[in-house]
């Protein structure tokens, strides 16, 4: 017996998601936990399993097309069997029917006394867009929808969904494209390129409103960074091979997972009314991916060692850049960490990570001219700016925090 494959709800408060790209073609053979297609949420790009096996019998979403949580994209079950009548675009025939039928009282018109049909006082609804050879114009309900409320004519588009069937994807770019207007000057030199945002550009813009609509801080201080760079040395010298290269953010992740357990008010989550503070730290780091910055997330950092933490950073920035991050990869964070330091940034400000009481950027590590034992030295310094939720921490737990980190960094034997 055939089932339906639907949209499955994979992370808090996701409503829908986009099929970038099916995995099987239909008449294919599909196992049961098998990658079946790759699904673009707000937050993450990743592959969805199968959760039935046998021949995908029908695909019934396309690839770029919207679909709401729930609704059934394809349909899998015995070879040669039936495909029961359940593809998406039935749940929005019968609202383009009762437009039609609405429609079917202004064509027929009241005949004057002559026998012929009186001018209409409105002009009729438009018809069905049709292709060039009279046929339908295939595109997708949504497509539909959103042309219809744009006033763009989908038979002006080209699809780029199966058999060239149009999605919502191709209406929204064609809507962000220029009109094809007679041009009745020269275009000014320099014009501005539109870009639509992404899925992703859209959460880190809903994102970063939510973190500037929160009382934020900012301190500063400055760790002489020689004893951390020993450490480094030492960890790289006695890697084995094959093993990821402990990195001054891997040291970082430590430290700062060690001095959240000790300052726990850091260490918290802001939930209106009430502060969850976190049993373990679990730690985010940021990575930038070319359509912007994600975050994924390492778990009880405290309990790892630093060729532990180096490992997993390793594994999940390159599936980051892979597009092969899950959904849980990203959730779970307690504090953040962002590090420009690579990029020869000096001092930056970091915006928070919403509900995430305190967010950590990192500068890079560079000699600087400092006093020590009464006489000029020049010493490896890194810049650390912590930026804090005022509403969770107040500033001498934010001090007493990063003071912390200090001292762990030009001591690390302080953090075992």
């Not at 588009?157 to 929204?172: F, H, K, N, Q």
């Not at 500063?220 to 402990?246: N, W």
């Not at 930056?348 to 305190?358: D, E, G, M, S």
């Not at 925090?401 to 960094?409: G, I």
Request: with cysteine.
């Amino acid at each position: 017996m055939s089932s339906q494959v639907t949209l499955p709800r994979l992370g808090q408060g996701m409503e829908s998601g986009t099929i970038v790209r099916w995995l099987k073609s239909e008449g294919d053979q599909v196992e049961k936990g098998e990658p079946l297609y790759e699904l673009d949420t707000e937050k993450v790009t990743q592959e969805v399993e199968a959760d039935a096996s046998g021949v995908l019998l029908k695909i019934l979403a396309g690839e770029g097309e919207e679909i709401e949580v729930g609704k059934a994209i394809a349909v899998i079950g015995e070879e040669g069997e039936d495909v029961p009548d359940a593809e998406p675009e039935a749940k929005e025939e019968p609202a383009e029917a009762d437009e039609e039928k609405e429609e079917e009282p202004k064509e027929a018109a009241p005949k004057s006394e002559n026998g012929r049909p009186e001018e209409p006082d409105a002009p009729a609804a438009a018809p069905e867009p049709q292709a060039d050879d009279g046929g339908r114009v295939k595109a997708s309900p949504l497509a539909r929808r959103i042309a219809r409320e744009k006033g763009i004519d989908l038979r002006a588009l080209r699809g780029t969904g199966p058999e060239g069937r149009i999605v919502a994807e191709d209406v929204e770019r064609a809507e962000a494209a220029p009109a094809p207007a007679a041009v009745t000057a020269a275009a000014p030199a320099g014009e501005a390129e539109v870009i639509p945002l992404t899925g992703m550009r859209k959460t880190i813009a809903r994102r970063m409103t939510e973190a500037w609509e929160a009382p934020a801080f900012q301190i500063t201080m400055t760790a002489d960074m020689g004893a951390a760079i020993r450490l480094r040395e030492a960890l790289v010298a006695r890697m084995a091979e094959g093993d990821a290269k402990p990195t001054y953010s891997d040291i970082l992740t430590k430290v700062c997972a060690v001095a959240l357990m000790r300052h726990r008010a850091v260490n918290a989550l802001f939930a209106g009314d009430e502060i969850h503070l976190q049993p373990t730290a679990s730690v985010g780091i940021a990575v930038a991916v070319p359509n912007g910055l994600v975050v994924p997330v390492l778990r009880s950092c405290e309990t790892k060692t630093i060729p532990q933490l180096a490992a997993e950073r390793a594994d999940v920035v390159q599936r980051t850049r892979e597009n092969k991050l899950k959904q849980e990869d990203l959730e779970g964070g307690t504090f953040t960490i962002s590090n420009l330091g690579m990029y020869g940034v000096e001092r930056f400000v970091a915006v928070l990570n919403p509900p995430q009481a305190a967010i950590l950027a990192v500068g890079a590590i560079e000699e600087r001219a400092v006093v020590r034992d009464g006489e000029l030295a020049a010493r490896p310094v890194m810049e650390m700016t912590l930026s804090c939720d005022h509403r969770s921490v107040d500033g001498a737990t934010a001090s007493e925090f990063l003071r912390t980190v200090k001292q762990f960094l030009e001591e690390p034997g302080l953090a075992l």
